[in-house]
C-alpha cells in the first residue's frame, strides 16, 4: 500500500489535542498538508508549528465552533475558495463527557451536536467530489 501522501491536503476536525492531533501528525509525517481544524487558535498555532513540513509541506488553521453550522459552512467555503478541495477528511470532534448518558436520547439527537454531524454535512461532498477519479482507459 502506498502511503506517500505528499502533495495531498488532509482536513482534520477536532484536531487541536487528542485523536485529531494525533492523525494530522501521522498525516503530516507521511507527506500531507494538512488543515487543522476546530475552534481555539492559539491550540492549533502550537499544532500547527509543531507537525512535519520535511516533505515542504505546508500546514494551515481553520477556524469554526462545529456547533454552529454556518461558522463551518463560512469557514469551509473560504478555504475551498482560496485554495481549493481536500482530498482527506477526518471528520472528528469532541464526543459527549464520558459517564453515564443524563440525557434522553431524542433530546440528545435534537440539541446541535459538536459530533459528527455538523462538520459533515457541509464537508462531505465536497471531499467526496474532489477525491473522485476519472475510469481509467482499459
Ligand atoms: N479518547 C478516547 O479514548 C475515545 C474513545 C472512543 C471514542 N472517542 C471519540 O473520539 C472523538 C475524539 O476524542 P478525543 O479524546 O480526541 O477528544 P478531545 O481530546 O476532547 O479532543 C476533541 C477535539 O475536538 C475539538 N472540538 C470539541 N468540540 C468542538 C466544537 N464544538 N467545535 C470545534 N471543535 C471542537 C477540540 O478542539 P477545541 O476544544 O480546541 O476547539 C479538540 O481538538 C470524540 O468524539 C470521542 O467521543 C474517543
Redesign the pocket.
Known sequence: MDLNLLGKRALV?????????ACAEQLADLGASVVLF???RE?LDKVREQLNTSAGQTHTVLL????QPAQVKTSVERLLAESGPCEILVN?????APGRRTVPIPRLLSTPS??IWSPIRPWCRRCCRACRRPPTAA
Open positions: 476536525c477536532g484536531s487541536s489535542q487528542g485523536i485529531g492531533r476546530s475552534r481555539d491550540k469554526a465552533d462545529f456547533a472528528n470532534t469532541g464526543g459527549p459538536t459530533c
